[in-house]
């Protein structure tokens, strides 16, 4: 099972990894990564679509999926490391 979903999320078109603050619940991009071809996105290309803050996951989602072109349903977000004042999340964009 781990395998399938491992394969599935190299084909999302895009991987943006973001740092929620516990403090204030806002979330912020770190980067945007663009599987099509194999490049970060600038500060300046994130900040032209509207994906640099977040109020929640909910917005996140919405946001990422709406700004990106992506397709909601397919859309996957899981959290990684943590520490006290900060988690980090990836978000998988499909089209």
């Known amino acids: ?3 399938v979903r491992r394969k599935m999320l190299h084909k999302a078109k ?3 990894r973001v740092m929620s603050d516990k403090i204030t619940g806002k979330i912020r991009t770190v980067s945007i990564f663009d599987n099509r071809t194999q490049k970060y996105w600038s500060e300046e ?7 640099e803050w ?3 996951l909910n917005d ?3 946001t990422l999926n709406w700004n990106l072109n992506g397709d909601a349903s397919k859309y996957q977000f899981a959290w990684g490391k ?3 004042k900060e988690s980090e999340g990836v978000a998988y964009i499909f089209n």
Request: with cysteine; net charge positive; charged share 30%.
């Open 45 to 51: 290309q994130i900040g032209k679509r509207g994906c």
């Open 82 to 84: 943590s520490s006290k």
């Open 14 to 16: 895009l991987v943006v």
């Open 54 to 56: 977040f109020l929640d």
């Open 1 to 3: 099972m781990a395998e």
């Open 60 to 62: 996140l989602k919405e």
